[in-house]
């Protein structure tokens, strides 16, 4: 039987990232700052990184085999307990590289896997992390199982290996279809929950992870919403009633978004992001003290384009405007020139939103009422214009 972990405990990691295609240097290191992120989200303290330039990965130790060696001798050397690499591996290179280094071996989306797994708390957000950790493993069992596969015979024999995989596949198999038969009666359960909201306009913020969501929904809905300063903080939907000058609306908290997000998570996340796509507008934080928010903002969007709900009325919210002065504003900066620069910045976001972004701290509480007014207006007018005969909304 397979056994799924739950989690990383104090760990002493290695990332592994690769230069190909049109991932440039810059990019690979941005990514592999994100990935230590990750890790220490998961309980991993990243002491090295490797970067190798290749033309494509090897289909074999996705490095090439100088630099397998060269981690190998740091892996042993400093006494690390786990490699990660920022790309999905195969089971075959999995295999090889476990086989190299003798040391566990994991990639990013089994990583990210992980933490959703300690991150689960109701019944459903269990179910569908579990299905993706055996959707994940499912084609990667022949490198689990290459170990036992050497024990079996010459050509044309079966060896204990291969027996054994084939009846870990017959187990996964079935695991897969139990638990998407549960999942599908527990969608079926939030499908009625949410027909049940009513006439209501629903609002859902949306993002990258780790950009203050929990937060601005503890702010405009006075809901206690986990938050804190780690990936995935908040896996379960959070929907709470708010009124704003007598105008009710309802306000959902979602999962957030991440690049090489895992496929199988996306899939079995569907009935979570439900929200996003049933939501009438979306409200997409941006951490715009983040060096690279434009790019997180590419992701977001590029991952609302897949769950069809890219074209919905949107307010993009420049949150952690505090740390962004704190980094970009030198504090001997003449006032007037700071001034002129914030008003460049949003100018220019809202010539691209077409008058549709706002500038906040949410944990400074700035510009809190502006946003408040902002949702309220947008609110409002779809109100109006789904029910243009009915005015008690509006």
């Known amino acids: 039987m397979i056994e799924v972990r739950n989690s990383i405990q104090e760990e002493k990691a290695v990332l592994v990232g690769l230069v190909y295609k049109e991932q440039t240097e810059p990019m690979v290191k941005e990514y592999l700052d994100e990935l230590a992120f990750l890790a220490e989200t998961a309980g991993a303290e990243t002491v090295k990184t490797f970067i190798q330039k290749l033309p494509r990965p090897d289909s074999k130790t996705f490095v090439g085999k100088g630099k397998l060696e060269e981690i190998r001798i740091f892996v042993k050397a400093k006494g690390i307990t786990i490699v990660i690499f920022d790309d999905e591996l195969t089971g075959s290179q999995l295999g090889n590289i476990a086989d190299a280094l003798e040391v566990r071996v994991i990639d990013r989306s089994d990583l990210i896997l992980d933490i959703f797994a300690s991150r689960a708390k109701t019944a459903q957000a269990k179910v569908q992390v579990e299905l993706a950790q055996y959707q994940y493993i499912l084609p990667r069992l022949r490198g689990m199982w290459k170990h036992l596969e050497r024990q079996g015979g010459g050509i044309g024999s079966r060896g204990p290996g ?184 949003n100018d220019r976001w809202q010539h691209i939103t077409n008058n549709n972004a706002i500038f906040i701290s949410a944990t400074e509480r700035k510009n809190i009422d502006g946003l408040r007014a902002t949702i309220l207006s947008k609110v409002k007018a779809l109100y109006e214009e789904r029910y243009p005969y009915l005015t008690q909304f509006y």
Request: proline share 2%; with cysteine.
């Open 162 to 345: 291969e027996t054994e995989i084939e009846t870990d596949r017959r187990i996964v198999k079935d695991k897969i279809s139990l638990l998407r038969k549960r999942l599908g009666e527990i969608d079926k359960q939030a499908f009625t929950q949410r027909q049940e909201r009513g006439t209501y306009i629903r609002v859902a913020l949306v993002g990258y992870t780790n950009v203050g969501k929990s937060t601005i929904m503890n702010v405009l809905s006075k809901a206690e919403v986990f938050a804190e300063n780690k990936l995935f903080a908040t896996l379960d939907t959070t929907t709470r009633k708010v009124v704003y000058e007598q105008t009710p609306f309802l306000l959902s908290d979602t999962v957030g978004f991440i690049r090489k997000l895992p496929h199988h998570l996306v899939e079995s996340f569907k009935s979570t992001l439900d929200e996003v796509r049933e939501a009438d507008c979306l409200l997409h934080v941006v951490d715009i003290s983040a060096v690279n928010y434009e790019d997180q903002m590419g992701v977001v969007n590029k991952t609302l384009q897949e769950l069809k709900a890219f074209d919905k009325p949107t307010i993009v919210i420049f949150n952690k405007m505090d740390l962004y002065e704190q980094t970009v504003f030198d504090k001997w900066l003449p006032a007037e020139v700071k001034e002129d620069m914030l008003n460049q910045l």
